[in-house]
């Protein structure tokens, strides 16, 4: 009978026992909102020839953030249509339609505003989240083929939490959509895309035509 005491002590004692739960090992950050500033400085003084005057100028900030296992673009990967469209008009629609067919679980678009003139500055908001703690954020160089700038899958989290401020330095790239290698060549479309690359021909081979900052708010 004592047996049968102890017995059933124990199995209440289970029951009511404070369960804890186990540590995450990877904590949720909460989100955090950055702008994002595009300081373009090409002009006729940093690339005198055939520097385009006042037709110089950038489409607007455009991209997505979104999560580690995604990619927008990427040297040495093959421009989407959304890119080719963006690099060569500057139009967004279809890219913002890629981004928005990822779901906004995954990637969450991006648009700001724009360079009319270059030298220029132009700026966006966004947003990172645990799940889309990386940024893609790309604008048209123009007039040009098909070059733009911007940065790829820009991881903005730091130890715990998130950082204060990162600059990017802005080379440029070719979509790899057109053979033009001048600002303003007739239209020569590729049959087949050739990889991202960044420019190593032309007026603006070798050389960097702004920054992009991005800083918590």
Do not use: K
Request: glycine content about 10%.
């Amino acid at each position: 009978m004592r047996l049968l005491f102890l017995l059933a002590v124990l199995l209440v004692g289970c029951d009511t026992a404070e369960v804890i739960p186990e540590a995450d090992p990877d904590p949720v950050r909460a989100p955090a909102t950055y702008t994002v500033t595009f300081d373009a400085t090409w002009s006729a003084d940093t690339h005198p020839s055939d520097f385009p005057g006042s037709s110089a100028h950038f489409s607007p900030l455009t991209g997505a953030t979104h999560a580690p296992d995604v990619t927008l673009w990427e040297v040495g990967g093959t421009a989407t249509e959304g890119i080719r469209s963006m690099a060569e008009t500057g139009a967004v629609a279809t890219l913002r339609a890629e981004v928005e067919a990822m779901g906004v679980s995954t990637a969450t678009f991006v648009e700001g505003g724009i360079v009319g003139v270059s030298p220029g500055t132009a700026t966006a908001e966004l947003t990172v989240t645990s799940l889309r703690p990386l940024a893609s954020v790309v604008t048209m160089l123009a007039p040009s083929p098909d070059w733009f700038v911007g940065v790829d899958r820009l991881d903005l989290r730091e130890g715990d939490g998130w950082a204060d401020r990162v600059e990017v330095d802005l080379v440029v790239y070719d979509a790899g959509t057109d053979d033009g290698a001048t600002y303003t060549a007739e239209n020569a479309a590729r049959a087949m895309r050739a990889p991202i690359a960044e420019a190593t021909y032309g007026p603006l081979a070798g050389t960097t035509v702004g920054t992009l900052t991005f800083e918590r708010q």
